[in-house]
């Protein structure tokens, strides 16, 4: 019990080693309103809801609090952790951004460059409208594929023959990213390139094969060498090491029943295992709260921790204006009052959007229930880690909890 308990101290150490500053050096916070956060994230992983979660708030470079709710397995054993290991999905698209802007920075890529400039058979792209086939406008650039504006079958109205087309094709059963892009150079696009916002994992993914033709590495090998081992991310990779896997939280769905259950693929029944067969840009990665934190604290401070330099300060900045004004509307599918930059959405209307919060609010989420917002303007940093697939078929589950979540933040704010 005592060499238990050693253990969990060391790891609790390195745990906080890694954070960007120390929660003693963070502002001072009321605590009766952060009590408030604290006692919704107790209700929401209570016997009836989440298995369990954790949240991270940080303001002006320090840690106002990390704090673990609940448990992470299905059971409810297994206390949830601070430095357990979740799996990001999408948030993963807002590091495979960063490595892209690295090598702009380095002038090897530049944002209007066609695809078909790094990889093979994307100089004449085909538009699949209303059933018939012809050339699109133009060449899709990596701009369009970074803002999610190529045209790809992104299941939006009017796509059903597009999408229909590229299942059949199959890119996502490629064994590697070469083989993913050969694959999407066969794949006909659902508008002309710039036309619309149609958010796509597919874009991210070539992203991902650019990298690596670009920089002459392995996407895996690009982004631990270039981030995760500048910003001391211990945590995050595409697989889990087996000394680690007792960290990976179970991830649920919400069964037919109306009962949690382990949510089907083989990183729900092997906790640690690749997300897919090949290095995933678009949604592949692991990580802790703690990692994604260093991560998220580097683009607010403009591209930088620790003494490390990753990107420039007017790189960042770019990336997180609104990429959309060609759009009218400017905005995602998803919010009349957010637009789209580099890696992440853009607020625009803070006030429109109905949520406590900033115009120029930056970040994403991922499928499985994580969520990370950066805000420039109050200099903020706020996630919250789950660990669970919602259902899109109307049924019954869990409440989706991200706005109250991110509305406790802000009310608490000092």
Same mark, same amino acid.
């Given at each position: ?40 994230? &107790?209700? /929401?992983? !209570?016997?009836?809801?989440?298995? =369990? ?8 470079? *320090?840690? @106002? ?122 794949? &006909?696009? /659902?508008? !002309?390139?710039?036309?619309?916002? =149609? ?8 992203? *991902?094969? @650019? ?132 890696? =992440? ?70």
């Amino acid at each position: 019990m005592k060499r238990a308990r050693t253990a969990w101290l060391c790891a609790w150490m390195l745990f906080l080693a890694a954070l960007p500053l120390r929660a003693a050096d963070a502002p001072r916070w009321a605590p009766d309103r952060l009590a408030r956060l604290h006692a919704f994230m &107790d209700r /929401a992983t !209570d016997g009836d809801g989440y298995l =369990g979660g954790v949240t991270l708030v940080m303001q002006h470079g *320090a840690i @106002v609090e990390v704090k673990a709710y609940g448990h992470r397995d299905l059971g409810r054993h297994v206390p949830m952790t601070t430095d357990s290991i979740f799996r990001i999905y999408s948030m993963t698209k807002t590091v495979t951004s960063v490595a892209l802007m690295m090598l702009v920075e380095e002038g090897k890529v530049g944002l209007d460059d066609p695809v078909s400039r790094y990889l093979p058979g994307f100089d004449h792209p085909q538009v699949l409208d209303r059933g018939a086939r012809r050339p699109a406008s133009r060449e899709v650039t990596l701009h369009d594929l970074l803002t999610h504006t190529a045209g790809y079958p992104a299941g939006v109205k009017g796509d059903e023959d597009a999408v229909k087309a590229m299942e059949r094709i199959d890119p996502h059963g490629a064994s590697d990213l070469r083989d993913f892009a050969e694959r999407m150079s066969r794949v &006909d696009l /659902a508008a !002309d390139p710039g036309t619309r916002f =149609g958010y796509d994992g597919a874009s991210l993914e070539l992203i *991902a094969r @650019v990298v690596e033709v670009a920089s002459g590495q392995s996407f895996a090998s690009f982004l631990d060498k270039r981030i995760f081992t500048p910003l001391g991310m211990a945590d995050t990779s595409f697989s889990v090491p087996a000394n680690k896997r007792n960290r990976v939280v179970d991830i649920t769905t919400m069964g037919d029943d109306g009962h949690l259950r382990i949510a089907d693929g083989p990183s729900a029944r092997h906790p640690g295992d690749a997300l897919n067969r090949y290095d995933s840009g678009a949604g592949g990665l692991y990580s802790t709260i703690g990692d994604y934190a260093r991560f998220a604290r580097m683009l607010l401070d403009g591209g930088h921790l620790d003494g490390k330099v990753l990107l420039g300060r007017k790189t960042v900045e770019m990336m997180m204006r609104n990429h959309l004004g060609m759009l009218d509307p400017p905005v995602t599918q998803f919010s009349p009052a957010e637009g789209f930059g580099i890696g =992440g959405s853009v607020v625009i209307d803070a006030a429109r959007r109905g949520q406590l919060g900033s115009d120029g609010q930056y970040g994403w989420s991922g499928a499985a229930s994580t969520y990370y917002t950066i805000d420039p303007k109050e200099h903020l940093v706020a996630m919250l880690f789950l660990q669970h697939i919602p259902r899109d078929d109307g049924r019954r589950d869990l409440p989706h909890v991200s706005r109250t979540f991110y509305n406790l933040v802000y009310q608490a704010m000092p």
